[in-house]
């Protein structure tokens, strides 16, 4: 989530899907919410049917079009075009919503002489390192900002290797506190400016001719959308996958934080950016991350390079001076005191070099690709089935069986645990089940009603569960298993106390255990996360009261406040109250349902309109209310100033909604914490048939990382052999790899058969009828589907060439009542510079009518198609 | 009827298409599957209702228009979905076709079979206009929606009511939901949706049914029947010949014999 | 089955598409305008229905039951002419032959009747309830006293010719034998109830002649079992036979006639091939035998005439229940037709 960390300060949804209920116009785009969030779902319905309008951009016309007022196909990857077309359209038809742009955003903070933009040096920002592929932020730092430097000469969030410091919780380049700015808007080197000219190209006709999209529709759209904000009216905008999953995902996030900020969207009822997360919890496996990169409540993990081994020298790196981070050192030491406790002490910086360094790129890619290159000997993987899911599964798969050892830990057994013997590289000829030397253990776990804990869902509500039934025979509870774990691997440690082990040794594992099983109580461990004092373990009410002197311990700052007592676990509450139900669940931070709502106020403290009230200052009590918890220090006045050095949230003015940040305000422009830009710019996916509109020779994101090698090797620009634009989906009906979906006969049934979606023009060029098959191919792999031709795919216009996409769900494996080919065979392993993530939405390949036969030829049928003339 | 008969008002201008009720219904029922056979017919592979789906999820494509989407009145729904369910009839064919009595009426409205008293005789099945109701040839015995009666005795509303995720299935008292249906299909006429329409076959021999709907367009697209007509409406003609067969074959069979005495 | 050769597609040619599918949308499906392989899905229309799904369930039956349809009517039939025949104290052999033949009958039709039904254990459910409303109570119910009086009018028969003419095992007989012709009046008729009140259109369309068809054939049958069983003398049956056949042609004639959509499985594929040689074998051919035979006396005709007719009212009984299978598959005919 760095791109809402950076642009409002925390990494999460700024809204809650209750709230849709009362947006004037809600954007949905690069998600299918009726198919992949159907309950959620309902309050679109509501708004729609209290008049709100819904607009769905999507290449495909699915059945969240099917609901919309508007549909816009558009070509897959081409999204910062269409958002920097209606920032343009704010900016250019006066739609932005001036006052809460001036007092709310950094659209006035001048930025320094030597940035160079986009547009000056056609197509990347100044600072960017050629051989290095990557970019010093220091030019984009605020005029008057002095910068921060790491060790090693780079600045934080910056080195090659990581996904970056700070990228979800605002920039740590430098200290933005201090710099210059104009109000009036009209300096043309403040951050307004700069975006008028940076988007000045981004115009309707560009919209026609790049995304496809009617100029005249697009118009109706931007007008719709725009109108639908201000003082009186708020507009939504629900994203998911359909924009992560780019080679420049973050910076398309960017885009519609950039759009929100200028319609004065954020904070505001009605309003927001909805981060649509994906698997149930997704959302608590980034606050307290299964991420290499950061620790839980988004603190830094500690870079080997460029990171200190002096907790002091770390803290002060990451602390900024001003804002609610400047928190930072209790944080970090109450989450030492949590992990090591008494083994944690001043003298020992608290534990600090227990915890292990960030070295090279662990992102699952990373270690992926040594895997695949002999350099690891052993894998867990839980509740993951990459055999399918991964992209480019046929290299993720035969890089299994170069692991000595593998441990599958699932409900079922999935094609990653059964890969050895029914893997297409098996039928294929590519692998043989007498060579994999991969000894691997299949370890049963127990589903979500089988054992007791949290979900953490897309809007930060952490809701908690009770074991409704006890698993069957051997199945067992991550709990469980992690506990266990733990304890036989500290009993090794124990043994051999070298310095490696340290840590280990050092580590708190006692948890309160029950059941013939002895199940560690998950109650113990939330206890644990929010926060006790250690002086005599009572529990903390909330993060307020964390002290940086080792006298409290927290496991996730963030959610500290969900069991301020023993006997209370909020997380379990069920008594609904209000407008968002307060009382239901426990929202992080502090049990806000809208973040940011100060902003749902004028600078004085009243609210904008009597119809988007939510939260304002009682003059009469001196302090904030309304309908859902301030986001805010309750007694800081409307006019509060702050004095000359004050530190903190002190140093935050009463009309500064964004108190993570350093300045108080929403980001329009971000200084540093993203790899790739303090704006967003359009580049064309990493593989693409058409070229850059905007700049010629800067056709894919400058500092994506392909992973490109024989195994993952990519189509040329424009490749003949591969005409058509691929974009793979999911289906209602269907849950991700399929594991949990393609065994289940009531679903399976619903869904039998992998399937593309193509238009009927495509269908007439390539002769195909509709239900025949097809094979689709890529430079990675080829696989078949049927043909399920249908209107609801247009071919499009781009450039006056008439581009066909290609849709396909990718849920089906080898395994299950229902089984296809594996369509992430098709994928490349990428790495959008942020977060690491893979491009599954846009790509290029070829289709022919006809079948594949699944046996030695498939390669063969698939070397003819790479062997055609490019 | 009396006024606590409960009904389904399946509003599909609401419907996302997501099958939660029809699994939910298989769930709660523990229903076997239809096979797992790829149809083509849009994202709809089950085809119809039948002994082994009590509720089933129609997929109705029409041509998109860039720009238009299934809601704003400006044209017909591209892509509009249904959810069918047994009518439950207020003259239920298959309720007198059934010989044994299996058949019967609840106390609010419901059309149940009986499973422990059915024979398998499948005259129901010839009897329901709705295609409704059919024989499980493994089990021998006819299957439909229960309108989950053992959950409505208890209380509860119906499984495939429950799951549903956007109203689009109401459940409720008949006379009120009547009348909402009514008031929702002005809300919708009010929007520009002038194609809306609900579908409860009153002026029928079937007398009205306790599963409303509200579409758009023709309900023929969603095999509804514009004129469903109960088996009830044939006896008379079917007795009258029958008697008038009997009674000819006596007379010609004395007469001829009387003839030949002679 | 593309109207267009594959196209090579520009700007002009798209923006021609996109009016040919604006004019689409307003007017009905794009029928003319682009019609790829296979695609686009066939938009809603009446004619079109639920992607041919068809709207109606198949009759579930199996083959049991049109024999029983074909055993039952016979054996019906058969009961009214031996009261009829003893009425008018005609041939007591041909009496006890057709007793025979209707007591026969009534012990086939039971097994018949209930090694078709799910669960045949649980046959006498059936007997749980009467209701008129549902020809199959009614049905079973009938067959039930059929069965009874047809089996206690032989019984009685054959006591008689054991003990001789005793008045009171007489009395017993005749009493048992109406009650049989009785039952058997509607074992002949009921059958073209249960199938024309149901909601299969070919069915219900011919709810008004089918019992007069089903009696017949049964009479037709009837009659040429009993003329098989040596009784060729009887002018009688000969009579009987002629009218039953008489009434077949007037019926197929009729039928033939009717172009109606809803007639189809009558006068097409398998079920109309039975129907159709089933009404020639029971109509036209046994009718010019048996007048040939009235002129000639010879009664080889005759005899063909009765294993035309067997045959005949056999085939109609199958053709008239695949016929209904045929016509369930129909799905444009519920959603096109309003019925009567
Ligand atoms: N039923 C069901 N629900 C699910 C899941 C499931 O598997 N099944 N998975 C869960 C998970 S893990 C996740 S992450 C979420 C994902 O939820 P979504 O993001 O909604 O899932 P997708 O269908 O992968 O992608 C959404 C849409 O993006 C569109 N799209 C493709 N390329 C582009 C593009 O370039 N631009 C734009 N604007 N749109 C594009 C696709 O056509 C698709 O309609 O769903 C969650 N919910
Ligand atoms: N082409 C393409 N590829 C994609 C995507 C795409 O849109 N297009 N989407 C990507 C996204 S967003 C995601 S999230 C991934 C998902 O990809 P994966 O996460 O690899 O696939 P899942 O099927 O969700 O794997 C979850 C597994 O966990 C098991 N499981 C469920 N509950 C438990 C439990 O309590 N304990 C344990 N131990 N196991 C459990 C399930 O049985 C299942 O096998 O796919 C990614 N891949
Ligand atoms: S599956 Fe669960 S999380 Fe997903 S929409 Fe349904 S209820 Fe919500
Ligand atoms: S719809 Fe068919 S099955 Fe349902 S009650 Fe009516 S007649 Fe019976
Ligand atoms: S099949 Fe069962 S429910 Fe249907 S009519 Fe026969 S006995 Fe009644
Ligand atoms: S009422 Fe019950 S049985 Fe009927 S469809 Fe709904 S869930 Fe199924
Ligand atoms: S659950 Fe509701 S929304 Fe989903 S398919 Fe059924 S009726 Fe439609
Ligand atoms: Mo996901």
Not at chain 1, 369 to 390: C, E, I, W
Not at chain 1, 429 to 439: C, F, W
Not at chain 1, 703 to 725: C, G, H, L, M, T
């Amino acid at each position: 989530m760095p791109s809402l960390g950076t642009s409002f300060g925390r990494g999460g949804a700024t809204t809650a899907q209750q709230d849709l209920q009362f947006s004037d116009a809600i954007l949905i785009m690069g998600s299918s919410m009726a198919e992949n969030h159907p309950v959620g779902f309902q309050w679109v319905m509501e708004a729609r049917q209290k008049g709100a309008k819904v607009i769905h951009v999507d290449p495909r016309f699915n059945r969240t079009s099917a609901m919309a007022d508007h549909w816009l196909p558009l070509r897959a990857g081409t999204d910062i075009v269409f958002l920097g077309a209606l920032i343009n359209y704010a900016l250019t038809h006066g739609k932005y919503f001036r006052e809460y742009v001036v007092h709310y955003t950094n659209a006035g903070t001048l930025l320094r002489k030597d940035f160079k933009d986009t547009e000056d040096l056609d197509g990347i920002f100044s600072g960017f390192d050629a051989e290095g592929k990557c970019y010093s932020p220091e030019t984009w730092n605020y005029d008057g900002a002095p910068t921060t430097q790491s060790r090693n000469g780079k600045h934080p969030g910056h080195s090659d290797d990581t996904g970056g410091h700070g990228k979800d919780r605002g920039g740590e380049a430098g200290e933005i506190d201090q710099h210059k700015e104009d109000p009036t808007l009209q300096n043309p080197r403040c951050v307004f400016q700069v975006l008028k000219r940076h988007f000045s190209r981004y115009t309707a006709d560009l919209v026609e001719s790049s995304c496809g999209i009617p100029k005249a529709k697009f118009l109706e759209v931007a007008e719709t959308f725009t109108s639908a904000s201000g003082p009186e009216k708020t507009a939504a905008i629900c994203y998911a996958v359909g924009w992560t999953q780019h080679s420049n995902g973050a910076q398309i996030i960017r885009a519609a934080a950039i759009l929100q900020l200028l319609l004065g969207n954020i904070g505001r009822p009605g309003g927001g950016i909805l981060a649509l997360r994906g698997h149930a919890t997704i959302q608590g496996s980034t606050d307290i991350p299964t991420l290499y990169d950061i620790l839980p409540g988004y603190l830094p993990m500690p870079f080997f390079e460029d990171d200190s081994d002096k907790l002091s020298e770390y803290i002060e790196k990451h602390t900024p001076k001003t804002g609610w981070w400047a928190n930072f050192d209790k944080y970090v030491i109450s989450l030492l005191k949590a992990w090591y406790g008494d083994a944690a002490t001043k003298d020992n910086d608290f534990g600090f070099n227990f915890l292990p360094r960030v070295s090279g790129d662990h992102s699952h890619f990373g270690y992926w690709l040594d895997m695949a290159d002999g350099k690891m000997d052993g894998l867990f993987v839980m509740g993951q089935n990459p055999a399918v899911g991964a992209p480019n599964a046929r290299l993720e798969r035969k890089a299994l069986s170069k692991l000595k050892w593998l441990v599958v830990r699932d409900l079922v057994e999935t094609e990653t645990a059964s890969f050895w013997k029914d893997a297409p590289e098996i039928s294929r000829g590519e692998l043989r089940t007498e060579d994999i030397t991969t000894e691997i253990f299949f370890l049963p776990a127990a589903g979500h009603a089988e054992k007791a804990g949290s979900y953490t869902n897309t809007q930060r509500l952490v809701q908690f569960r009770e074991k409704a039934v006890d698993p069957q025979g051997d199945c067992r509870g991550e709990t469980w298993f992690m506990y266990h774990l733990g304890l036989r691997l500290k009993k090794r440690a124990a043994q051999i106390p070298s310095v490696r082990n340290a840590g280990l040794n050092a580590l708190t594992w006692q948890y309160e255990t029950e059941g013939p099983h002895d199940e560690p109580v998950a109650e113990d461990i939330l206890a644990e996360i929010n926060g006790f004092k250690t002086s005599n373990r009572e529990q903390i009410s909330g993060y307020k009261e964390l002290k940086n002197d080792g006298s409290t311990a927290c496991g996730c700052w963030i959610y500290s406040g969900v069991m301020p007592s023993r006997d209370q676990n909020k997380a379990l509450k069920r008594e609904p109250k209000g407008r968002y139900g307060h009382g239901w669940g426990y929202a992080w931070p502090s049990d806000r349902r809208i973040l940011y709502n100060r902003a749902s106020a004028r600078p004085d403290g009243e609210p904008w309109s009597e119809r988007k009230k939510l939260v304002w200052w009682d003059k009469d009590e001196k302090k904030w209310i309304g309908l859902d918890i301030p986001d805010f220090t309750e007694t800081k006045a409307p006019d509060y100033k702050p004095g000359r050095n004050a530190k903190g949230d002190d140093a935050l003015a009463g009309d500064k909604p964004f108190i993570m940040h350093q300045d108080g305000v929403g980001w329009i422009w971000v200084s540093s914490g993203l790899k790739d830009g303090p704006l967003p710019t359009h580049y064309e996916p990493l593989e693409s048939v058409s070229t850059n509109p905007l700049y010629p020779n800067r056709l894919i994101s400058p500092v994506a990382d392909k992973k490109e090698r024989s195994d993952n090797a990519y189509a040329f620009p424009n490749d003949q052999r591969f005409p058509y634009i691929l974009s793979t989906y999911r289906l209602t009906e269907h849950h991700t790899a399929g594991g949990m979906s393609r065994l289940l006969p009531h679903l399976a049934e619903l869904q039998p058969e992998l399937f593309a979606e193509i238009s009927p023009e495509l269908a007439v060029q390539l002769k195909v009828k509709h239900g025949r098959y097809v094979t689709i191919s890529t430079m990675r792999g080829v696989i078949e589907a049927r043909a399920l031709i249908t209107e609801r795919i247009k071919s499009l216009l781009i450039d006056g060439k008439t581009v066909h996409q290609v849709c396909v769900p990718y849920h089906f494996g080898y395994k299950g009542l229902v089984t296809g080919d594996t369509v992430n065979d098709l994928l490349a392993i990428s790495e959008e510079p942020n977060v690491r993530i893979m491009e599954t939405k846009a790509l290029v390949c070829n289709v022919r009518a006809g079948r594949i036969p699944h046996d030695k030829n498939d390669l063969k049928i698939w070397r003819q198609e790479l062997g055609r003339p490019a | 009827m009396s006024t606590d008969t409960t009904a389904f008002l399946t509003d599909s201008t609401l419907c996302i298409g997501c099958k939660a009720c029809e699994v939910a219904c298989k769930e709660w029922n523990q229903l076997p599957d239809d096979g797992f056979k790829w149809s083509g017919n849009s994202y709809d592979n089950t085809g119809a209702l039948g002994h082994s789906t009590w509720r089933h999820v129609k997929f109705v494509e029409g041509t998109p228009e860039a720009g238009i989407g299934g809601n704003s009145g400006e044209q017909l729904p591209a892509w509009s979905f249904s959810s069918d369910v047994c009518k439950h009839c207020e003259i239920a064919g298959c309720l007198d076709a059934c010989p044994t009595g299996a058949i019967v009426r609840m106390e609010f409205g419901a059309v149940y079979i009986q499973p422990d008293v059915c024979n398998g005789c499948s005259y129901c099945v010839v009897s329901c206009p709705f295609g409704v109701v059919q024989r499980n040839v493994d089990d021998g015995r006819a299957f439909k929606c229960t309108f989950c009666s053992d959950r409505q005795r208890a209380g509860l509303e119906p499984a495939c009511a429950k799951a549903c995720p956007t109203e689009s299935i109401k459940f409720g008292k008949l006379d009120e939901l009547t009348a909402e249906a009514e008031s929702r299909l002005q809300a919708l006429k009010a929007r520009g949706i002038h194609d809306a329409v609900i579908y409860n076959p009153t002026e029928t021999s079937v007398g009205g049914i306790h599963s409303l709907f509200l579409l758009r367009g023709d309900p023929s697209s969603f095999n509804l029947p514009p004129q469903p007509e109960a088996p009830v409406i044939y006896m008379k003609k079917g007795w009258t010949s029958a008697a008038i067969a009997a009674g000819s074959m006596l007379a010609l069979a004395l007469m001829s014999f009387m003839g030949a005495r002679r | 089955m593309s109207h267009l050769p594959t196209r090579v597609p520009d700007v002009e040619s798209e923006s021609r598409l996109a009016d040919i599918r604006r004019k689409a949308a307003q007017q009905e499906p794009m029928n003319g305008g682009v019609i790829p392989l296979g695609a686009p899905f066939p938009p809603p229309q009446v004619t079109k229905g639920y992607y041919e799904i068809p709207l109606l369930k198949e009759p579930q039956w199996t083959n049991e039951i049109p024999l029983y349809f074909f055993v039952g009517g016979a054996a019906g039939a058969a009961a009214v002419v031996a009261s009829a025949a003893s009425i008018m104290n005609g041939d007591p052999d041909l009496v006890r032959s057709a007793r025979w033949v209707a007591a026969l009958g009534g012990l086939l039709s039971p097994p018949l009747l209930i090694s078709d039904l799910g669960m045949p254990s649980r046959f006498l459910n059936m007997l749980r309830v009467f209701k008129v409303q549902s020809p199959m109570s009614v049905g079973a119910w009938t067959l039930m006293a059929f069965s009874t009086f047809s089996a206690a009018s032989v019984f009685t028969n054959l006591m008689r010719r054991k003990l001789g003419n005793s008045t009171p095992v007489a009395l017993i007989e005749n009493a048992a034998g109406m009650l049989a012709a009785a039952s058997g009046l509607v074992m002949a008729s009921y059958t073209g109830v249960l199938v024309g009140a149901t909601v299969i259109p070919v069915w219900n369309k011919h709810v008004g002649s089918l019992p007069m068809h089903f009696a017949a054939s049964g009479l037709n049958s009837a009659v040429s079992i009993l003329e098989l069983m040596n009784h060729d003398d009887s002018r009688a049956l000969n009579i009987l036979g002629l009218a039953a056949s008489g009434y077949e042609i007037a019926e197929g004639a009729l039928i033939e006639l009717d172009r109606d959509r809803t007639n189809r499985p009558l006068q097409h594929g398998r079920s109309g091939f039975f129907v159709r040689l089933g009404g020639l074998l029971s109509g036209p051919v046994p009718f010019t035998l048996r007048i040939a035979y009235a002129l000639t006396g010879n009664k080889k005709l005759r005899r063909a005439a009765a294993l035309s007719s067997l045959a005949g009212s056999l085939l109609t009984r199958f053709g008239w229940v695949e016929a209904g299978k045929a016509s369930a598959r129909d799905y444009q005919i519920p959603l096109s037709r309003a019925q009567s």
